[in-house]
């Protein structure tokens, strides 16, 4: 079991800034792709930002450009830097970890809100 803690999020205005960290248990950090959620109201959840254990990176495309995915295996850590904020930035953002060896499993955080508004 691996548990998922996010910190981060909060409320910005326009063009702001926020950092998402995520913190996993276990020892096994470094073999994981670690991913970014997020769900905004009435809609599905959707991909945002990935990375791999191997440092290769994958983003939405309209996030590209103002969002950097990054880990830090030392600290069991990843965060997402979201840059040039925008309204539909908006909504509950979700880590999630997934074990790419048999028994191929995932887990999530509980998520943390980030709006973007005036």
């Known amino acids: 079991q691996v548990q998922l803690v996010e910190s981060g999020g909060g409320l910005v205005e326009p063009g702001g800034s926020l950092r998402l960290s995520c913190e996993a248990s276990?020892?096994?950090?470094?073999?994981?792709?670690m991913i970014w959620y997020r769900q905004a109201p009435g809609k599905q959840r959707e991909h945002v930002a990935s990375?791999?254990?191997?440092?290769?990176?994958n983003y939405k495309g309209s996030v590209k450009g103002r969002f950097t995915i990054s880990r830090d295996n030392t600290k069991n850590t990843v965060y997402l830097q979201m840059n040039s904020l925008k309204p539909e930035d908006t909504a509950v953002y979700y880590c999630?970890?997934?074990?790419?060896?048999?028994?191929?499993?995932?887990?999530w955080g509980q998520g943390t809100q980030v709006t973007v508004s005036p």
């Open positions: 999630n970890a997934y074990i790419p060896t048999p028994p191929r499993r995932s887990y």
């Open positions: 276990g020892s096994d950090f470094h073999l994981y792709t």
């Open positions: 990375i791999r254990n191997n440092s290769d990176t």
